[in-house]
């Protein structure tokens, strides 16, 4: 069970702060149901703190068992969530990749009473990655974006352009060779809408449409506003696909990843490879390889 997973009103209310004891339920039932109540040990926790959500994954060899998804306002959850999915008794390892310094360190000191004497392991601090690039501040680069970027190249036919669709999309362009040359950051979807709906005081406050596919022709001030934000972003999607393929005179592998990648999926023409879970995926991965690392020297 995932936050984005539940009805548009429940997920807005939680982030609102009103209903968020369902959203718990919901979440810790699906946990007590789970092939977690055996309590066997070994699993992973990587955490993804983004500036408006916080992503986690549980995997067990590698696999990725369980996820759940919370806004970052609500990171206090996280410590009962884990507790009833048997925290202590089941998590050895943590890895946190996070652009938001604040809670990083909030929610490392929840993690260390949730798990003690378990290793809890923050990208950039305890974990470096290297990846080769052309980029000018390879230090400046987000850490979640170098996540995605390590884990594309060891997954996917490059070269690749990955998309991260979340609070900012960005677009980062990889290499036949796996250098990391550099991309573009773009507002999100919703910010982008948040921004409209805000800033345009006659238009009305709605939420994203996000049952039906939305027309390439609105029919009504609030159909145009939907259909405006879903096929103008999938619209400039596919142009800056077309852009980079022109440029450099080849195709490219389409990773869509992120939390909003589902919903924009439907607007954009060119194939794609949809992986709403790669950031915790590829962080899973990190620290197997780290793992490997310190038992062969």
Not at 71 to 98: A, L, M, T, Y
Not at 215 to 244: H, N
Request: proline fraction near 4%; aromatic fraction near 8%; charged fraction near 25%.
């Amino acid at each position: 069970m995932c936050l984005r997973d539940l009805p548009e009103k429940t997920r807005q209310a939680a982030i609102a702060g009103r209903n968020s004891q369902r959203i718990f339920s919901s979440i810790s039932n699906y946990f007590r149901e789970s092939e977690l109540k055996a309590k066997t040990g070994g699993f992973l926790l990587a955490i993804d703190i983004g500036n408006s959500s916080i992503s986690c994954g549980l995997f067990k060899s590698g696999a990725l068992k369980h996820h759940f998804s919370i806004c970052s306002n609500e990171f206090p959850k996280i410590g009962p969530i884990i507790n009833k999915c048997g925290g202590r008794n089941i998590i050895d390892k943590v890895i946190i990749v996070s652009v938001n310094p604040k809670l990083t360190g909030k929610l490392r000191v929840k993690l260390q009473k949730i798990v003690p004497k378990r290793s809890i392991l923050v990208l950039g601090r305890d974990v470096k990655v290297k990846i080769k690039h052309q980029y000018a501040s390879i230090n400046q680069l987000g850490l979640d974006r170098l996540v995605n970027i390590y884990g594309a190249i060891r997954w996917y036919r490059r070269p690749i352009l990955i998309i991260d669709f979340g609070t900012a999309t960005t677009f980062d362009l990889v290499t036949k060779r796996g250098t990391f040359k550099g991309g573009l950051i773009i507002p999100g979807i919703e910010t982008a809408w948040e921004a409209l709906i805000r800033r345009a005081a006659l238009l009305p406050k709605l939420e994203i449409n996000r049952k039906q596919k939305m027309p390439l022709v609105g029919t009504s001030t609030v159909s145009c506003m939907q259909a405006g934000l879903l096929q103008g972003f999938g619209a400039m999607v596919d142009g800056l696909i077309e852009r980079y393929t022109k440029r450099k005179g080849e195709r490219f592998t389409i990773l869509a990843a992120g939390g909003l990648a589902r919903l924009i999926r439907p607007y954009v023409l060119h194939p794609m490879k949809l992986d709403p879970f790669h950031t915790i995926k590829s962080l899973a991965f990190i620290a197997a390889d780290r793992e490997k690392r310190s038992l062969h020297g």
